[in-house]
């Protein structure tokens, strides 16, 4: 029997949102994915060749939305939330086989579709004092740490007791708000072996983690009319060139100097000199070669970790101060915030299947549910006036996200025509994205500011 409690709840209207249009929604996620291009993925992959009768469009947005975002965490839920949708059952056995080597392809190409396609898209726009370059990119990596059975297969790193591990790999552009590459390796691989400098790098600053910290790089980087800039690795010892602009504090002559030999004895707060930096080039035809360039060597004192933050780059001065280089490195920061969304929002610390094609295809689904969550996220910002948009915050975001997968499932299984249409699902998800994903606090300092909008 139903109440008229239960009724006026039912009945209550939906708020109207301020700024989304709910249509935006559906049509932005349609363009990421249209049907008919991830059929033909499916196709190309040979994703049907054994499994005829699964729908490829309706199992994608089973497992974007399912396990993705935590509502179906294993194989057999994921099972029983298809078969709801579609009416269709399967045994747990041809569920299983399901996942296998073509269906990680389909997967892997629906990543590359949307990467593709968001990477070349401007949703932030870089402050003046950023006008001489065309990007900021992060390059990083974080590892997916996998069930002990897999590490014949997976083997980690310096591990002390048995494990295995996966480590996924991502360029972000500050320009799209989203990932222009992405990659999984073997734990083992070396971080330099991930990122591979070209042509690409040229008017763009890479922002490097000390993973991938090596002179040679950043040489490739400048020989390709790129800029770097990078934390200063404990044992590096560049020779001091000069001083490029003198701060308040201890004087000390730095020419003809090494970093180890002066870094314990200046009292400046601030330190910004060119120095010289000597590394092997690769080999060729059985010789490498010795070379050196000048780089510049940005130092400044933290108080409260009472030692100094150093940092190499060749961004040039008059285009960045000292203080400036020190705070653009802080922008690293969004990867960071990636990652923990990845693990803590979408499932990459819940895989913990001992099949290889079920690990990897499952990693793939997590990297889909991230990038459908942040075409939303910057669909969302790009529809409130800047005042507001920089106070939707991707972590606030992301929980928000979650926490309403469900209802954006339903709306598009609708809107797709796989269910009959929910009414009004897009403008309570439109409203509810607003209200929830909005800081609060107008004060509330954000790294990013002053560097994008």
């Known amino acids: 029997m139903t109440t ?67 509502l179906q965490r294993t194989l057999e839920s994921l099972r ?49 004092k950023m006008k001489w370059v065309d990007d900021i990119l992060i390059q990083d990596s974080s590892v997916v740490r996998l069930s002990a059975a897999l590490m014949k297969k997976f083997p980690a790193t310096r591990s002390r007791k048995n494990a ?14 989203s990932p222009k590459k992405i990659t999984i390796h073997g734990e083992r691989i ?81 330190l910004d000199a060119e120095v010289e930096v000597t590394f092997s080039r690769r080999a060729y035809k059985g010789k490498q070669s010795k070379d050196a360039k000048p780089f510049r060597l940005v130092a400044i004192y933290n108080y409260e970790a009472k030692k100094y933050h150093t940092y190499i780059t060749n961004i040039p001065p008059d285009a960045l101060s000292a203080e400036d280089v020190a705070e653009l490195y802080r922008v690293r920061w969004d990867i960071e915030m990636i990652f923990k969304e990845l693990k803590s929002k979408y499932s990459l610390d819940v895989i913990k299947s001992a099949n290889p094609n079920v690990v990897e295809g499952l990693i793939w689904v997590g990297i889909l549910t991230l990038l459908v969550s942040r075409r939303l996220f910057n669909v969302l910002r790009a529809s409130a006036p800047i005042e507001h948009a920089v106070r939707y915050t991707p972590l606030r975001w992301a ?46 300092h954000r790294l990013p500011e002053g560097w994008y909008s």
């Open 190 to 270: 070396h971080e330099t072996k991930t990122l591979k400098i070209g042509p690409w790098v040229k008017n763009k600053v890479l922002l490097i983690d000390l993973g991938f910290f090596k002179f040679q790089m950043f040489s490739r980087i400048q020989e390709n009319g790129g800029y770097f800039l990078s934390r200063l690795r404990t044992n590096s010892n560049p020779l001091f060139l000069s001083t490029l602009r003198i701060y308040r504090g201890n004087t000390i002559e730095l020419e003809g100097k090494r970093w180890k030999e002066v870094k314990d004895k200046i009292k400046r707060e601030v």
């Open 80 to 128: 029983r939330g298809y078969s709801d949708m579609t009416g269709v059952d399967f045994s747990q056995s041809a569920w299983h086989d399901r996942f296998n080597p073509a269906t990680v392809k389909f997967l892997r190409a629906c990543v590359k579709l949307a990467v593709q396609q968001m990477a070349g898209e401007a949703n932030r726009t870089l402050s003046p």
């Open 399 to 444: 929980t928000t996200f979650v926490e309403n997968a469900t209802l954006l499932e339903i709306s598009l299984l609708g809107y797709f025509g796989f269910e009959e249409p929910y009414e009004n699902g897009f403008k309570k998800l439109a409203w509810i994205y607003e209200i929830h994903s909005f800081d609060p606090n107008a004060k509330r």
């Open 4 to 70: 008229s409690r239960n009724k006026s709840r039912r009945s209550r209207p939906i708020p109207e949102p301020k700024y989304l249009n709910p249509d935006d929604i559906s049509h932005s996620l349609e363009s990421l994915f249209p049907r008919e291009t991830v059929e033909q993925i499916a196709r190309e992959t040979e994703f049907n060749k054994r499994q005829r009768k699964i729908e490829p469009y309706l199992f994608f947005w089973n497992l974007v939305l399912g396990f993705g975002v935590r």
């Open 164 to 177: 295995a591990g996966l480590k996924v790999s991502m360029l972000v552009s500050a320009v799209a708000s």
